[in-house]
């Protein structure tokens, strides 16, 4: 599966973005999805997760009521939508895929896209 990551950009603290995420190639509907982050100088580290067919999500705790992981199975895509940004919301965003159940590690998933910048401004 080949996966395509849009949506960055420059916003304001406090501001909101979406992240799109669209996938060809295999059958969308069965890999979980993951949301990733590298902030310079940082490791990467898990943003948020969702199973399959959407029912289950899961969110790094600083993320908590600020970013919504969702999926539209019928348009190949996972979606993050990001809220009450904050500067420490800097970074590449990554989405990745994995033809088994969601998980918050990096190295357990198959596939990335390139990388989406987002830049929060104080």
């Known amino acids: 599966v080949q996966l395509q990551a849009s949506g960055g950009g420059l916003v304001q603290a406090g501001g909101s973005l979406r992240l799109s995420c669209a996938a060809s190639g295999r059958t969308f509907s069965i890999y979980s999805m993951g949301w990733f982050r590298q902030a310079p100088g940082k490791e990467r580290e898990f943003v948020a997760a969702?199973?399959?067919?959407?029912?289950?999500?899961y969110y790094e705790d600083s993320v908590k009521g600020r970013f919504t992981i969702s999926r539209d199975n019928a348009k190949n895509t996972v979606y993050l939508q990001m809220s009450s940004l904050k500067p420490e919301d800097t970074a590449v965003y990554y989405c990745?895929?994995?033809?088994?159940?969601?998980?918050?590690?990096?190295?357990?998933?198959?596939?990335w896209g390139q990388g989406t910048l987002v830049t929060v401004s104080s």
């Open positions: 969702i199973g399959p067919s959407g029912g289950n999500t």
């Open positions: 990745a895929a994995r033809s088994k159940i969601a998980s918050l590690v990096d190295s357990r998933y198959d596939y």
